[in-house]
């Protein structure tokens, strides 16, 4: 921008009356508060989360396989019961990182 821009001026005095009004001081950035614990109902729903996806996708693969290979429910049974599987050991994975972080805070 050129030296002689109004719109530049204009900003230069209202950054000149804010440091007038602030009383010269700079803006002090606000310390960084320390993360907030999640509400129960946060905690719930990803547990519930957490175990809807492992059976959902689990499901999902199963079905397409069956489909691909014309195996009804064979492939759809196997890969349910390994999203069950693998929902569950992701909710207990869960649940011992929150206990964890629960327990350094006490």
């Known amino acids: 921008m050129a030296e002689n821009d109004p719109e530049m001026h204009r900003l230069n005095e209202l950054e000149r009356r804010l440091q007038?009004?602030?009383?010269g001081r700079k803006q002090e950035e606000k310390p960084a508060s320390p993360p907030a614990s999640?509400?129960?109902?946060g905690i719930a729903f990803r547990l519930v989360t957490e175990l809807l996806a492992g059976v959902i996708v689990g499901g999902a693969i199963?079905?397409?396989l069956d489909r691909v290979f014309r195996t009804?429910?064979?492939l759809l049974i196997v890969c349910f019961l390994l999203g069950v599987a693998a929902g569950?050991?992701?909710v207990q994975r869960v649940a011992r990182e929150l206990n964890e972080s629960n327990a350094g805070k006490e």
């Open 20 to 23: 007038q009004a602030r009383g």
């Open 88 to 90: 569950i050991l992701n």
């Open 62 to 64: 199963g079905w397409a």
């Open 72 to 74: 009804s429910p064979i």
């Open 38 to 41: 999640p509400s129960q109902m």
